[in-house]
């Protein structure tokens, strides 16, 4: 009896020693510092030469950019999961399928750069510098939430980030822009991503010309494949390049996906296939494609990936749990924050009898 509770507690011991063997294993493995990596050529409108067709990755660059995308994709999952709960209410726009856009935007430009979007907006929040854990508490109208509960999906804010407005290219308004940007040569660049389909209708549908890149007319563009994150980065470290050169505004159109519909009221298989979803998560998820690119080109194996994924699910999960658990904001807090730097006022509620205090 005491030789087999000796070998039941030696056994125990020596698989809780085993497990976190597999770090000091992969610290071992002689990774690649960097790899020479092919992209594809973007098309070009009122440009004589565009962004590289070749481009180095480093293997630190690999493993942050693939931990950002994963951490994106299993965040608008448990998004996904969560509606269906009932614990987030309202509109709900989830991006997974177009990682490769908000991650390679982020990896091309400054920190101190401003970023305005509409909504589809968790991944650039992210990207941004929100935690997962203020996302998915904003999600669910919680204190804890980057707006501290009174956003929700659409409207997300942080330093240098305006994120989540309603409106998606409403024609006046681009058209405006562009002129306006076109005429006093401002370092704006302008960015389309382009998920092939306008609520639920198809792009060949609703456009007599699918060449969004062109549509600045008097502005230089780019067409780029928004399913590889590192066409993306050097996209958008060419237009930035361009803006801040002094030569005024470009035009960007990132070709992607959005797997889910076009809102969590959309199925998204009413005006689509569920064989044309399927083939484009087997043939170009951005994930997979930068997987595949760290694995042949030895930055990485799939041990280690695995391990990252397996971190991102438990940070996901914490995070969700937070979001359903922390309190919602009080009611007397519900006129907060309308201003800036602005005295306190009373605003009216729902009736001329309730008043809300308004502090900056």
């Known amino acids: 009896m005491r030789k087999m509770l000796t070998a039941v507690v030696s056994h125990v011991f020596s698989e809780v020693v085993q497990k976190p063997a597999l770090r000091g294993v992969l610290a071992s493995v002689n990774f690649s510092n960097d790899t020479t990596c092919e992209i594809k050529k973007c098309d070009l409108y009122r440009l004589e030469e565009g962004p590289p067709t070749s481009t180095v990755l480093t293997r630190e660059e690999a493993l942050k950019y693939y931990r950002s995308m994963q951490v994106i994709r299993r965040m608008e999952m448990k998004s996904d999961q969560m509606y269906k709960q009932k614990f987030i209410r309202g509109f709900c726009h989830l991006c997974d399928g177009q990682e490769a856009c908000c991650v390679g935007l982020e990896a091309g430009i400054n920190p101190t750069d401003h970023v305005i979007t509409s909504y589809r907006a968790h991944g650039l929040c992210y990207t941004r510098g929100l935690s997962v854990k203020s996302i998915l508490a904003e999600l669910t109208g919680r204190r804890g939430g980057c707006a501290k509960g009174k956003g929700g999906s659409m409207h997300m804010y942080c330093k240098k980030f305006y994120g989540g407005n309603g409106i998606v290219g409403a024609q006046g308004q681009v058209a405006e822009a562009y002129n306006i940007s076109a005429l006093w040569k401002l370092p704006c660049v302008f960015i389309c991503e382009n998920n092939r389909y306008g609520m639920g209708t198809a792009t060949e549908r609703a456009a007599a010309s699918t060449d969004y890149h062109k549509r600045g007319n008097f502005i230089p563009g780019l067409r780029v494949n928004g399913m590889d994150i590192l066409c993306v980065r050097e996209a958008t470290k060419f237009a930035a390049d361009h803006c801040r050169s002094g030569k005024g505004p470009i ?110």
Not at 259 to 267: A, L, N, R, V
Not at 297 to 305: A, D, G, K, T
Not at 314 to 342: C, G, S
């Open 251 to 360: 035009l960007m159109e990132l070709q992607t996906y959005r797997y889910h519909g076009h809102s969590m009221s959309d199925p998204g298989i009413s005006y689509r296939t569920r064989e044309e979803v399927q083939s484009m998560r087997s043939k170009s998820d951005p994930i997979m494609l930068l997987r595949e690119r760290m694995i042949n080109n030895n930055l990485s194996n799939i041990e280690e990936l695995k391990e990252i994924d397996a971190d991102v699910k438990k940070e996901v999960e914490e995070a969700a749990q937070f979001a359903i658990t922390d309190p919602e904001p009080a009611l007397e807090e519900l006129a907060h924050h309308l201003y800036y730097r602005n005295p306190p006022f009373e605003v009216r509620g729902t009736n001329k009898w309730i008043k809300y205090k308004s502090i900056s």
